[in-house]
């Protein structure tokens, strides 16, 4: 089956850092999800990129959709405390929004204030 | 956003009996709804998709005589996980797509934490 390669599996950083991550494909997907997941919740959807190339922001959130449909990255700039928790990417290999996502393994982030 | 509820929050069984979970789209009609299981520091695994009427459709390893679906109505559907073992104790989350439009992405619930003892 499909797989997503997520990095980096942790990260501890000072408020105020910019903050990168990626995910990558073994095999082509036609949409990808960014969400933050807090302890004890459910995922919560930052951004969702459905073309090849197309870069989407969301306040300090920006995330690409790479041109060979194999990877994604998310960047948070100008971190701060709130920033806390699992992220993660999710990938749709075909079809609209009734078929399922495959998610990568998360990274944790720690903002030190 | 759209708001989707599960209860119980949190759950504790004895080996052996079955818990219901239940999944609420409060302020949609969710046309399909999606069951995760997440262990500790984990990613989330689908475990089935159920489309409001029909059958549910589980991934591969999940038995489906063991985690009973069903999505009776366009707000509710339902996770029974029968003759439960520690095995089983995870966190379940659910989430419901809106019918309308391609591109709509599905709302996750709060999750469900579930223990076995």
């Known amino acids: 089956g499909q797989q997503l390669n997520q990095s980096p599996q942790s990260m501890f950083i000072q408020e105020g850092e910019d903050v990168s991550m990626n995910c990558t494909s073994s095999s082509i997907f036609n949409t990808w999800l960014w969400y933050k997941q807090d302890p004890g919740e459910g995922p919560v959807l930052l951004i969702a990129l459905y073309k090849a190339g197309e870069l989407t922001s969301n306040g300090r959130l920006t995330a690409q959709f790479g041109i060979t449909r194999k990877d994604s990255f998310l960047n948070i700039s100008a971190s701060i405390p709130s920033d806390v928790g699992i992220y993660f990417c999710?990938?749709?290999?075909?079809?609209?929004?009734?078929?399922?996502?495959?998610f990568g393994k998360g990274t944790l982030l720690t903002v030190n204030p | 956003g759209a708001v989707v509820s599960q209860h119980p929050s949190w759950v504790i069984c004895k080996s052996g009996t079955s818990v219901k979970i239940e999944c609420r789209s409060l302020?949609?009609?969710?046309?399909?709804m999606f069951w995760y299981r997440q262990f500790p520091k984990q990613s989330l695994m689908l475990m089935a998709t159920s489309n409001e009427g029909s059958k549910a459709t589980y991934e591969q390893g999940v038995e489906k005589d063991k985690f009973l679906i069903n999505h009776a109505s366009l707000t509710l559907s339902t996770l029974t996980v029968t003759s439960a073992h520690p095995e089983d104790s995870s966190f379940y989350i659910c989430s419901g797509k809106p019918g309308a439009g391609r591109n709509t992405e599905a709302f996750f619930g709060q999750g469900t934490r579930l223990t076995v003892v």
């Open positions: 999710a990938g749709r290999g075909h079809g609209g929004s009734n078929y399922k996502l495959t």
């Open positions: 302020d949609f009609q969710a046309t399909t």
